[in-house]
Structure formats: structure tokens, C-alpha cells
């Protein structure tokens, strides 16, 4: 009888545990308008309101402006008073592998990438994973929306849009499958296998580049033809995932690391008549044709500002300032956190703000600027009355990592935990060390 006690107990203390290191549950929608009142509303567009009131209903903003000029009757509202707070647009994190990499350095836990060169018929969403324990931890600094994009050579796949509280898939959804990703042949020597390989029969750096813009000249001339038949006798899906290239409802996101690549893609992108282009992953190489880019009107995605610059001879504190370089010549600019520690993602932001760009302006990159690259600005990136209602409350300054305090987030007007595994953790510890320092 002591044994089965034994194992009932141990069985209800593990049960406990795992239940404590699950994500958290998914909030229901909106049923009772909201109001937040008395905080410092900073809207996404530069402007900001002091003891302001934001009121949403059924997910949708209703009232952004001054508490005093607030007509409707409150007692018909559920209210939070924040006053003291800071009120901002939910962030969005673009060009990511959240939900598709749990651990890298686990295959099992991988799913961002498929095997061959031309996939754009693979769709990244459908591997995004709703229950990453590493989604909780992101959303907990204020990042609410992300793109997810697969990952591979040439062309890896389609991506999305996803909210970041979510069953599965479906639910997440934000926007499906509105762009494909590009990844420029680079002409430097392939290393490792790759490269004795070539060696060995005879190749070079030249020729596989060769092979790999002809491969896409072909496709997208094979989807150019495609895209001109109304109903193709044989659905061809590599050729039906392109088709939204030439008519404008898809984003070409194009990657190049050499200024004669980013030169070459857009090119090329422009010969076969796509009418949306973005350059991801822009840095100094970016720069450097920065007038070529700005002829093209070609919006920027930046990368990771926190990082060393990529020449030795370059400034140190390049990638800080690089924003606020390409927005003063014109350019549509998003920041965005390449590694996997993506709830940095406000600090990536912020930091540019002391080289070159306005509290204001550094939020934008990661608001704003990222939903019209997105293509998302009409339903969010900023607090304006008809938007969806995704706003994060902070205790302090968002993007700066010393005060950063979220206590509130809401997506589409849902009130959304703030639990994630590095809290449920720190809890656990702490019990430790307080039922130790208390016998």
C-alpha cells in the first residue's frame, strides 16, 4: 500500500511538472469592449499621446486619442488602468524560422527547409509549429506578428504571416503565403564538400553559378507561360506558387550578400516582370548600391543591427547606424533579428536609435515599416482607429532591454499570456532556493 502511495504521489508531482513546462493556453477571442487608459500611446506613425485612452472591440480598435476627449460611456467597458505605462503597436518580426527550429543543433526539432534548389511550392506555414516553447518567450518582449520564411537555396519556399497565440496552424494564420524567397547564387567558391566536389570534375565557382541562373530562367519562364493559361489541363504547383509573382498578390524576397548579386537579383527579378520586390538580410554590402536600389524603389529588410560589421575595415558601429543611413535617402526600412534569440528584437531596434533615427522612427522598423513591407499596413503596424487590435503594454521603454516590462499584450483584442518556460523555470528555482534558505 506505501508503494502505490509512493507512485501516486510521484506520478502527480511529474504530471504537475509537465503541465507547468507546457505552453500556455491560447486566450479566447474578445467578448467585452476594453479600454487601456492613462498610458503614453506611442502609435507607430511618430506621434505620441500622452494620458491617452485606447478603446477596441471584437478585435478591432474603436478610439486612439486623449482620455479627457473620450465620450463613450466607460461602465460599458472592461478597463486597465495604465497609467504611467507605455502604449505600443505589437511588434513584427520578419524574415524568421521561429516555429519551424525548436533546437538547432537537433535535426528532429528542424523543419525549415526541403531537399532540392526549386521548391516554391513549399509552404512554410504548414510546418509552423503553435506549441515552440521558444514562441511564449518571444511574444513576452512585445512581439506579437512574424513572418516565416523556409529556409534553402535558390528558391526555398513560400512564406507568412503569423500571430503568435494559436492552436495550430490555421489559427495563426495572418496573412498565408503572400511572398517567396530568393536566395541570389553567390559567384565565391563553394567550400567544404561542396567544393572538392566541383574540383574533382572539373568545376568552378563560375559554372555553378552558371547552372543556378539558368535553372531559375527556366522556371520562370516555364511560370510566365503557366501564369497565361486560364485553366491548365495539368496543375503544375512549383509553376502555380509563382504565379502571384506577375500579378502583384506575391512578394518577391530577394537574398544576396555581394553588391553585384543584389544588382544581378533585382535584374533579374525585374526581367521577368515581378511587381513586388524586397531585399532581406541588407547590410553594407546593401549600401553599397544603394543608388541602383533606390532607382528600383526596392524596400529594405536590414539585418541583425547587433552584430560585428562585415568588412574589417568597416566602421565598427555600421550596422547601428545603417538604418537611419538608408531611411534619410528615402528607403523603406525594417529591422530585424536574424539569430534565434528573437526577443531581442526590440533592443535590435532600439539601438539604432542613438545612431541617427528618433525614438519614434527606430520603433517603426519593427511596427510600420515592417507591415507595408508585409503588406499587412491596412489591419495593423500601427494604433489607428479600424486597425486590429494588437498592442503591448510596457512598464518601461520597450526597446530599451534596462526598463523593457511587459504586462500587457493583446492580439486581435485577446488579452494573451505572458507565461513562458524561462518564467515557469526561474519559479521553480526560486522555490528551491526558498524552501533551502527557509530550514
Known amino acids: 500500500m506505501k508503494t502505490v502511495k509512493y507512485f501516486s504521489v510521484l506520478f502527480l508531482l511529474l504530471a504537475g511538472y509537465a503541465l ?12 467585452k469592449p476594453v479600454i487601456l487608459t492613462g498610458g503614453t500611446i506611442h502609435t507607430g506613425t511618430g506621434e505620441v499621446i500622452e494620458n491617452g485612452l485606447i478603446a477596441f472591440s471584437a478585435g478591432r480598435i474603436t478610439y486612439v486619442g486623449k482620455a479627457e476627449d473620450f465620450r463613450s460611456d466607460k461602465s460599458q467597458f472592461e478597463s486597465f488602468d495604465v497609467t504611467g505605462k507605455q502604449i505600443y503597436p505589437g511588434l513584427i518580426l520578419t524574415n524568421t524560422i521561429l516555429g519551424l527550429v525548436e533546437i538547432g543543433a537537433v535535426d528532429v526539432t528542424v523543419d525549415a527547409r526541403e531537399i532540392g534548389d526549386l521548391n516554391p511550392n513549399v509552404r512554410a506555414i504548414a510546418a509552423y509549429n503553435t506549441d515552440s516553447h521558444v514562441i511564449p518567450v518571444v511574444r513576452s518582449n512585445g512581439v506579437l506578428l512574424a513572418q516565416v520564411m523556409p529556409q534553402g537555396s535558390l528558391l526555398a519556399g513560400s512564406c507568412s504571416v503569423v500571430q503568435l497565440d494559436a492552436w495550430n496552424w490555421e489559427d495563426a494564420a495572418y496573412k498565408m503565403d503572400n511572398g517567396l524567397m530568393l536566395d541570389w547564387p553567390a559567384k565565391a567558391v563553394p567550400g567544404g564538400r561542396q567544393g572538392a566536389y566541383f574540383a574533382m570534375f572539373g568545376g568552378n565557382s563560375a559554372s555553378v553559378y552558371d547552372i543556378n541562373v539558368e535553372a531559375l530562367e527556366k522556371i520562370f519562364s516555364d511560370a510566365i507561360a503557366y501564369s497565361g493559361v486560364d485553366k491548365p489541363v495539368n496543375v503544375n504547383l512549383r509553376l502555380e506558387a509563382l504565379k502571384g509573382l506577375f500579378d502583384g498578390s506575391k512578394t518577391l524576397y530577394l537574398s544576396s550578400s555581394e553588391p553585384k548579386g543584389i544588382i544581378a537579383a533585382v535584374s533579374f527579378a525585374k526581367k521577368y516582370g515581378v511587381k513586388k520586390i524586397v531585399l532581406t538580410s541588407a547590410d553594407e554590402a546593401a549600401w553599397q548600391v544603394k543608388d541602383f536600389l533606390k532607382e528600383n524603389n526596392i524596400p529594405l529588410i536590414l539585418a541583425n543591427p547587433l552584430r560585428l560589421p562585415e568588412s574589417e575595415h568597416s ?5 547601428f547606424k545603417l538604418p537611419a543611413m538608408f531611411m534619410h535617402e528615402g528607403f523603406l526600412v525594417a529591422v530585424t533579428y536574424s539569430s534565434q534569440a528573437y526577443p531581442n528584437l526590440p533592443f535590435a531596434a532600439g539601438i539604432t536609435a542613438g545612431y541617427g533615427l528618433s525614438k519614434e522612427e527606430a520603433l517603426q522598423t519593427v511596427t510600420l515599416n515592417a507591415a507595408k513591407i508585409l503588406g499587412i ?53 526560486q522555490a528551491k532556493y526558498d524552501q533551502q534558505s527557509a530550514r
Open 377 to 429: 499596413d491596412d489591419v495593423t503596424g500601427s494604433l489607428e482607429k479600424g486597425k486590429d487590435a494588437n498592442i503591448v503594454v510596457s512598464d518601461g521603454d520597450l526597446l530599451d532591454m534596462k526598463t523593457n516590462n511587459v504586462i500587457y499584450a493583446f492580439i486581435n483584442g485577446r488579452n494573451i499570456s505572458l507565461d513562458n518556460k524561462h518564467k515557469q523555470l526561474g519559479r521553480r528555482f
Open 20 to 31: 507547468a513546462a507546457q505552453s500556455p493556453v491560447v486566450a479566447p477571442a474578445q467578448k
Open 315 to 319: 566602421d565598427v558601429r555600421m550596422p
